[in-house]
């Protein structure tokens, strides 16, 4: 089984803060790595899929790199409604798995 | 708009059978390029990848459930099922169901249902 490792578990920034979230996968999985944010009782909403690609109407200042087993998610410029928990997800293969979550206070 | 609706029993006995089904509307659940699964988070805890289906082929399991655990489709209902067996209270947690497109992974997903393990 691939494990998905986040760091860091919490976090806290300020208003227009760069932040950045790590993932780092147990072995290799080229650029499958899918981001999403959680807020407190709604369903996980996809930020980011292969690893940099941006899904439609999530905002600029999301970003995601890397490929192999590291990867990051940054937030450019911290507002006030990114105050969630981000979890990583590899989908390598047919079997899945997400990271344990980067809860963010903003 | 694609929407996915989870439902069943939100209480279930200890050793019995959880089965929670998804109910797809705004979109086809034979398209190509999709896949159809459950994610499960226990309460104040993080995320579990359950398992996916294609609407054609076999499912895909979680290793540490798949004993335990049946992903099906029904095409003429346009719904797929969740069924855990055997469950303990440790299978508590909210069910989600999502679509997951190729390449992209789980772009939609349903609101969620509690489901508790009690006697």
């Known amino acids: 089984d691939i494990q998905m490792t986040q760091s860091p578990s919490t976090l806290s920034a300020s208003v227009g803060d760069r932040v950045t979230v790590t993932c780092r996968a147990s072995?290799?999985?080229?650029?499958?790595l899918a981001w999403y944010q959680q807020k407190a009782g709604k369903a996980p909403k996809l930020l980011i899929y292969?690893?940099?690609s941006l899904e439609s109407g999530v905002p600029s200042r999301f970003s995601g790199s890397g490929s192999g087993t590291e990867f990051t998610l940054t937030i450019s410029s911290l507002q006030p409604d990114d105050s969630a928990t981000y979890y990583c997800?590899?989908?390598?293969?047919?079997?899945?798995?997400f990271g344990q979550g980067t809860k963010l206070e903003v | 708009q694609l929407q996915l609706e989870e439902s069943g029993p939100e209480l279930v006995k200890p050793s019995e059978t959880l089965s929670l089904t998804c109910s797809v509307s705004g979109g086809s659940i034979t398209a190509n390029n999709y896949y159809w699964g459950w994610v499960r988070q226990p309460p104040g805890k993080g995320l579990e990848w359950i398992g996916i289906?294609?609407?054609?082929?076999?499912?895909y399991y979680n290793p540490s459930l798949k004993s335990r655990v049946t992903i099906s489709v029904d095409t003429s209902k346009s719904q797929f099922s969740l069924n855990l067996s055997s469950v303990t209270a440790a299978d508590t947690a909210l069910y989600y169901c999502?679509?997951?497109?190729?390449?992209?992974?789980?772009?939609?997903w349903g609101r969620g249902i509690l489901v508790t393990v009690s006697s």
């Open positions: 292969k690893a940099s």
């Open positions: 999502a679509r997951h497109t190729i390449e992209v992974a789980f772009d939609y």
């Open positions: 997800q590899q989908y390598s293969g047919y079997v899945h798995t």
């Open positions: 072995q290799t999985i080229s650029y499958w």
């Open positions: 289906i294609y609407y054609s082929g076999s499912p």
